[in-house]
């Protein structure tokens, strides 16, 4: 469907606890699908890519941008606690790391409201930090996919590619994240990655 089955099975693993029952609505879906996947990733996907097309000519910044920031160090922090959802220890628990990944793409999102980057770019003076801003967020993007790649592969594939990252995204190892360095990327915007949907029908 138009969904495509990436949306369906980022609900059923975020909604439905492995150890437990669930039930499955069309409501239900329709709200993960636009409050997660359209207007938090989605949203925060297309933010970012439009604000280095407009301000970087489409390429992200590096030099001093490339150094991590406090968004990078938060993010670890949520990232270690999607490790050990995953590693077996108390079995394997998808729809808490996908609760923390969530709440990093918030703070993605906090972060573009905070930094307004459309307020450093009317400041010469400003461009170091939103040049930073900037890059700070592709990084942030870049582990996006990298941690739902096993979850949602066909989408998480299409946003590496619209950031310009390097290589086939399932080849990349969670090892690398740290040091991820995103400098020089080119973007490319596509088509939004989880266009705004209405399901059910309105009575």
């Known amino acids: 469907g138009r969904f495509g089955p990436d949306a369906f099975r980022y609900f059923l693993l975020r909604e439905l606890p492995f ?17 997660d996947l359209a207007n938090a990733l989605g949203n925060l996907a297309s933010r970012t890519i439009s604000m280095v097309e407009r301000y970087c000519g489409g390429v992200v910044p590096g030099d001093g941008a490339a150094t991590p920031n406090e968004l990078d160090a938060q993010d670890a922090a949520d990232l270690a606690h999607y ?6 220890s108390r079995g394997y628990l998808p729809h808490e790391a996908l609760r923390h990944v969530w709440a990093t793409v918030s703070r993605g999102n906090e972060y573009v409201d905070r930094q307004a980057p459309w307020k450093l770019a009317k400041d010469p003076a400003l461009r170091p930090e939103l040049d930073r801003t900037l890059a700070a967020l592709v990084r942030q993007l870049a582990r996006h996919a990298i941690h739902l790649q096993p979850f949602m592969p066909t989408k998480s594939a299409e946003l590496w590619r619209q950031l310009g990252a390097p290589g086939v995204l399932a080849h990349q190892r969670f090892a690398n994240v740290a040091a991820l360095d995103a400098s020089g990327w080119r973007v490319t915007k596509g088509d939004g990655l989880f266009p705004k949907e209405t399901v059910t029908a309105s009575t």
């Open 19 to 35: 150890d437990g029952d669930g039930s499955f609505s069309w409501e239900r879906f329709e709200e993960r699908y636009n409050a």
């Open 83 to 88: 490790h050990a959802a995953m590693d077996g």
